[in-house]
């Protein structure tokens, strides 16, 4: 059955104010259009803070850093802690340095829909259960990547659970949400895994030792090119120019990055470790992110401490977004079939005898996809 109450919750529209459109001529319905990127001289176009959420710019729709500091686990995986005093179903204020979430027993986020975008999670620590209304589920996290398409409709949750028990439980994770395309909005839903040893990297070190490595989690970066996105993702057409790329530079260490090679491409970074980045000449200080030209290489050189960045980059898609809750269609009468589809049909339903699965404390890490094919990782 649908989840009819989440649904009522998700009826709040969900407007954010992007800090870059203003900078950019061109946008329509909060989507970055035009990207003339040629006017200065200075690499950084405009920076903005980092909270909860980052600002992104179209193709991107969302992007959020999860870093919860949980404490030993339970038997019935997690918080081996009392819940007294947090929001159960809505706690996201980070009490004793973590959260439940939406969840009630695990952390975590049980059965929600999504319509007209892909979900790009990216987990470096701690792991996730899936599970989805298609009967597929996983285990995924350290290093690992799921790569979601919804696409015409899916419903899965996403659930933390807590393995150790007599220790803590860290986990740390970017969510990152990736339009479609019109034509694409109602394609079959479809997940593909990333696992963290198929996911390449690339490791320069200078004359003083100081490293730089970049893990490269979609697009081609200095002749290596990450493993293929889902079929219908923006990212599969090479003229999107998609890219995900964490990097990490030691105390000193730098490294160019590259320029794009379309005109139109815009990219951003994220510095959300350490205290400054230089880029180019331009210093950004912790917790900030930067619309960057792309027109040219610019040199990234950590002056302080080591320091840790996120760039997503890509070619504006340029059609209208009319977004509400978990749908991201082209108009509100799509986002009002959206949900009248989902009433009805549940995207085919919750096969699950909870909305929380958690897939058990000795289950290693894997994926069961919607047509049978299985994937074991193990630890």
Known sequence: ???????????????????????????????????????????????????????????????????????????????????????????????????????????????????????????????????????????????????MTAGRGVVHSEMFPLLDRDGPNPAELFQIWLNLPAEDKLVEPYFTMLWNHDIPRIATSGDDGATATVTVIAGRLEGVTAPPP????????????????HISLD??????????????????????????????????GASTGALLASDAPVRLTATGTAVEALVLQGRPIGEPVARYGPFVMNTEAEIEQAFADYRETGFGGWPWDVD????????????????????????
């Open 1 to 147: 059955m649908p989840n009819v109450a989440y649904v009522a919750q998700l009826r709040k529209p969900v407007r954010t104010t992007n800090p870059w459109n203003a900078l950019v001529p061109g946008t329509v319905a909060g989507v970055m259009t035009d990207t003339d990127t040629s006017r200065t001289t200075d690499p950084v176009l405009q920076e903005a803070p980092l909270g909860f959420q980052w600002p992104t710019i179209d193709p991107f729709l969302f992007c959020a850093h999860h870093r919860d500091d949980y404490p030993a686990g339970n038997d019935a995986l997690g918080p081996d802690a009392p819940l007294v005093g947090r929001s159960i179903g809505q706690d996201f204020d980070g009490v004793d340095g973590w959260n439940m979430y939406h969840g009630d027993v695990v952390p975590g986020f049980p059965q929600h829909p999504h319509r007209g975008f892909e979900t790009v999670t990216f987990v470096r620590s701690g792991l996730i259960d899936h599970s989805d209304s298609l009967g597929a589920a996983a285990r995924f996290g350290r290093g690992d990547v799921q790569w």
């Open 251 to 284: 105390p000193g260490a730098s490294w160019e990055l590259p320029p794009t090679a379309g005109e139109d491409t815009v990219r951003t970074l994220y510095l959300f470790e350490g205290s400054e980045l230089t880029i180019g000449g331009h210093v950004i």
């Open 230 to 245: 889902p079929p219908n993702s923006w990212a599969a057409r090479s003229e999107a120019e998609i890219g995900i790329w």
């Open 356 to 379: 929380a699965p958690v897939h058990g404390r000795h289950q290693g890490r894997f994926a069961r996809h919607a047509d049978g094919r299985r994937e074991d990782i193990g630890d």
